[in-house]
Every structure is written in structure tokens, then in C-alpha cells.
Nanobody
Framework: QVQLVESGGGLVQTGGSLRLSCAAS????????MGWFRQAPGKEREFVVSSSRSGTITYYADSVRGRFTISRDNALNTMYLQMNNLKPEDTAVYYC???????????????????WGQGTQVTVSS
């Protein structure tokens, strides 16, 4: 069992930056690949980025590549999402998630993630 808690969301202007954190507790954090998803009002949850257990392999959605950076500190049981050059279309609730089963073909599928945080709101004003 892994418990995940996101933090760092807020209101920012277009072009601004935010850094989200996802703190994990419970079973060994380094045993899990991690991901960030987001859900905007009236839309389905969508994949943002994922990280392998070590953090050396990452996959990004096209919409955020070059602007967002995922990282993790296994010693601190924490994952981060640095978001730069934010746009109004980035407005959503952001969720972190953990999975014990990930590969190059399934990293974007929410159903493979076993544990989810409660989400943190990110609002980008125009």
C-alpha cells in the first residue's frame, strides 16, 4: 500500500511557473514507477508525464514536452513536477499516481496505476 499526497498547486498567470510535489508513504517508493495526470472541468483525466523507478526513463505528453519536467528523489520518497511557461489550457486538477507495472507501451494508461493522490488544483489565468 502506498499513500500519495500532492501539494504545490495554486493560481498563476500565463507564462508563470509552479512546482508540484507528491509525497509518498507506505511501501518502498523506489519500487514504483510514478506518473502525473490531470483532469480539467468537463474533460477526461489525461496523462501528463511518467517516470521509471529510478527516474532515468521519462515519457511526456506532447502538450507539455519542453515545458514540464518530472523528477523524483527516492531518498525523500518524493516526486516533483516543475511546470514552466504555463498556459490557460494547463488549468486542471493534477494527480500523482504509482504503479508497479509499467512499460513503454502502457505508461499513459491510467488503469495501470494502482495508487492515486487526492489531487491539487492548478489554475492558470490569461
Amino acid at each position: 500500500q502506498v499513500q500519495l499526497v500532492e501539494s504545490g498547486g495554486g493560481l498563476v498567470q500565463t507564462g508563470g511557473s509552479l512546482r508540484l510535489s507528491c509525497a509518498a508513504s507506505g511501501r518502498t517508493f523506489s519500487s514504483y514507477a510514478m506518473g502525473w495526470f490531470r483532469q480539467a472541468p468537463g474533460k477526461e483525466r489525461e496523462f501528463v508525464v511518467s517516470s521509471s523507478r529510478s527516474g532515468t526513463i521519462t515519457y511526456y505528453a506532447d502538450s507539455v514536452r519542453g515545458r514540464f519536467t518530472i523528477s523524483r528523489d527516492n531518498a525523500l520518497n518524493t516526486m516533483y513536477l516543475q511546470m514552466n511557461n504555463l498556459k490557460p489550457e494547463d488549468t486542471a486538477v493534477y494527480y500523482c499516481a504509482a504503479t508497479g507495472t509499467i512499460n513503454s507501451g502502457n505508461y499513459g494508461r491510467s488503469e495501470i496505476y494502482d495508487y492515486w493522490g487526492q489531487g491539487t488544483q492548478v489554475t492558470v489565468s490569461s
